[in-house]
């Protein structure tokens, strides 16, 4: 089934930026499109960013867009997220997510990490 | 962006009932909706893909339907371990989008 763990999450200040990591166990990694999920303190899932498997095709929320990249090294099995510009707002558990059936996105997320934690605070 | 609006926000059952949980979608999705289940401080699990399909492992008494903009995912015989929040994601369109949950609490 596979098993993601993320790293990267901290405390960073109001403009500041960081990069959030996700290394991939247990299937072939380059067969999967992967995503990024944020949850805020209390509140509901929000979907950030996903890429297919080569990393040629990516895509963003539009309260994201233009301060977060996605990427991936398919040599390493790991997924990244570079965060800019940060805010308030971008306080959350970060959760890395695995499409269910392929490089397709229709299908769901099936194995998730257990989250890494980033909070914007001055 | 599509929006996804679920119903109820909570529903206080008991253990052996029924729960019908809705999902509707601002546009048509055809039939990729996805439902997932989280307990507190937990990840989310996927039961339901393709609106209907069972994710391998997840009980029967969890089952899925609808099309368009219209969903449900339904729980007959609820179980202890059932009590969680409920969330369901298109992802017909980018950017995928959740809907804003559905808690199941005991009553």
């Known amino acids: 089934e596979g098993q993601l763990v993320e790293s990267g999450g901290g405390l960073v200040q109001p403009g500041g930026s960081l990069r959030l990591a996700c290394e991939a166990s247990?299937?072939?990694?380059?067969?999967?499109?992967m995503n990024w999920v944020r949850q805020a303190p209390g509140k509901g899932l929000e979907w950030v960013s996903g890429?297919?498997?080569?990393?040629?095709?990516?895509y963003y929320a539009d309260s994201v867009k233009g301060r977060f990249t996605i990427s991936r090294d398919n040599s390493k099995n790991t997924l990244y997220l570079q965060m800019n510009s940060l805010t308030a707002e971008d306080t959350a558990l970060y959760y890395c997510?695995?499409?269910?059936?392929?490089?397709?996105?229709?299908?769901?997320?099936?194995?998730w990490g257990q989250g890494s934690t980033v909070t914007v605070s001055s | 962006d599509i929006q996804l609006a679920q119903s109820p926000s909570s529903v206080s059952a008991s253990v052996g009932d029924r729960v019908t949980v809705t999902c509707r979608a601002s546009?048509?999705?055809?039939?990729?909706l996805s439902w997932y289940q989280q307990k507190p401080g937990k990840a989310p699990k996927l039961l339901i893909y393709?609106?209907?399909s069972l994710q391998s492992g997840v009980p029967s008494r969890f089952s899925g339907s609808g099309s368009g903009t219209d969903f449900t995912l339904t729980i007959t015989s609820l179980q202890p371990e059932d009590f969680a929040t409920y969330y369901c994601?298109?992802?017909?369109?980018?950017?995928?989008?959740f809907g804003q949950g559905t808690k199941v609490e005991i009553k």
């Open positions: 546009q048509g999705i055809g039939s990729w």
């Open positions: 994601q298109q992802a017909h369109t980018f950017p995928s989008t």
């Open positions: 890429i297919g498997g080569s990393g040629g095709t990516t």
């Open positions: 393709a609106a209907s």
């Open positions: 247990g299937f072939t990694f380059s067969y999967y499109a």
């Open positions: 997510a695995k499409d269910n059936l392929g490089d397709f996105y229709y299908y769901g997320l099936d194995v």
